[in-house]
Nanobody
Framework: QVQLVESGGGLVQAGGSLRLSCAASGRTFSRYAMGWFRQAPGKDREFVSMISRSGGATNSADSVKGRFTISRDNAKNTVWLQMNSLKPEDTAVYYC??????????????????????WGQGTQVTVSS
């Protein structure tokens, strides 16, 4: 089991940047593919970006491509989401998620929330216009 703690959210003006962090507990972080999702008030949780367990592959929603970058450091048990050129429509609670990947699986870059096994509590990102 892994516990996830997000940080780095806040209030920023449109066009600004934020860097979200997700710290994971345990010594098996490299076994997990990691993802970021977000949920705005009154809307369903939506996929933002994910990174494979090795960090060699990523997948991102079209709405954030070219603006958001996901990265990880398995030695630090941490995954980041660098968010640039923020827009008011990026306002949401951002959640970190983890999915354990069996050793014999090929590279996995899933984007559906139901595929992920563990979730953090979320961090609020508010972008003002």
């Amino acid at each position: 089991q892994v516990q996830l703690v997000e940080s780095g959210g806040g209030l920023v003006q449109a066009g600004g940047s934020l860097r979200l962090s997700c710290a994971a507990s345990g010594r098996t972080f490299s076994r997990y593919a990691m993802g970021w999702f977000r949920q705005a008030p009154g809307k369903d949780r939506e996929f933002v970006s994910m990174i494979s367990r090795s960090g060699g592959a990523t997948n991102s929603a079209d709405s954030v491509k070219g603006r958001f970058t996901i990265s990880r450091d398995n030695a630090k048990n941490t995954v980041w989401l660098q968010m640039n050129s923020l827009k008011p429509e990026d306002t949401a609670v951002y959640y970190c998620a983890a999915k354990i990947i069996p050793p014999d699986w090929p590279t996995w870059v899933g984007s559906r929330a139901l595929q992920y096994d563990y979730w953090g509590q979320g961090t609020q990102v508010t972008v003002s216009s």
